[in-house]
């Protein structure tokens, strides 16, 4: 097979994708890698040339690497993930209503265009978590406790721009699980929340539970996505879903190079288009045997990182 992978350059050293790439590329596949931040990109010819079996996204938020895999779903080529559901993840605002509308155990949450307009937040909704729409990795986080402290905020979040979402503070111990889906299969690890640096708390894998499997795996089926995270917190209530991405690293998954690299090439021979359904009942019963299987991938597991040339349109790793 023949994939391109569009990688942006914040992701150019990172084990993933480039394990992955390096995975497909023993395997005898052929991949081309496109930055498209340093790259000149043919919208109108290249795009739609059909050389390629699938396209695969690792970039940044508000990277210009979303729009050129959009126009290669126009064209209709097979995208991993599907384009129309990255978008709907990407942004955060979006994001949550059409999981609350899914039924999907996600806080209540409000947007603002301006830092300012916050200020109608109701003060029963604090302590509030507020970041960025189009925000990833935890950038942007902030616990604001009172609406005085709202307005102490106020001069610093209008200087990073952009559109803000807030949610009422789910109560937790201080770690959150992160759920990875990777070829129909569910993977969780506890980590350290990001708002709440206590060096003492270490990535890990974790048993998953019947109730938060079968939430992760519904996400996939609201959101249309097939590799995907998400972020859980045992709050008080029950879970709650307060983030979802699209191709996240997979971190402390056993062998997660060879696995993604098997899904994508699944995708790439079906046509990609999104989980058909909801999940069986049955995947919620043998996730946490998957799940719980050791302390992480075996010494040597997966492919060693592949550092890649320099970004060229059309460059093959061989």
Known sequence: MRLCFLVEEHYRRDGMPNEVIGQLTAWGHRVDVVRPGGSLLDMTGGVGSGAHDAWVLKTVSGGPGLVLLEAAAAAGMTTVNDARSIRGVRDKALAAALGRAAGL?????????????????????????????????????????????????????????????AQPYVPNS??????????????????????????????RPVPLSAEVAAIAARVGAVYGLDLYGVDVLLGPDGPAVVDVNDFPSFRQVPDAAARVARA???????????????????????????????????????????ALPAPRTGEAAR
């Open 105 to 165: 155990p996600v806080p209540a949450t409000y947007a603002a265009a301006r830092p300012e307009l916050l200020r109608e937040v109701p003060a029963a909704r604090y302590p509030l978590v507020v970041k960025p729409a189009d925000g990833s990795s935890g950038r942007g986080v902030r616990l604001v406790s009172s609406p005085e402290r709202l307005e102490a905020l106020l001069p610093e979040l209008a200087a990073e721009g952009g559109m803000l979402i």
């Open 174 to 203: 201080g770690s959150d699980i992160k759920v990875y889906a990777v070829g129909g299969e569910l993977f969780a690890t506890e980590r350290r929340s990001p708002l709440h640096p206590d060096p003492a708390v270490r990535e």
């Open 264 to 306: 994508v090439l699944g995708l790439a021979r079906r046509g990609g288009g999104g989980p058909a359904g909801p999940p069986p009942p049955a995947l919620a019963r043998t996730v946490p045997a998957v799940a719980g299987a050791g302390a992480g991938p075996p010494a040597g597991a997966g492919a060693p990182a592949l």
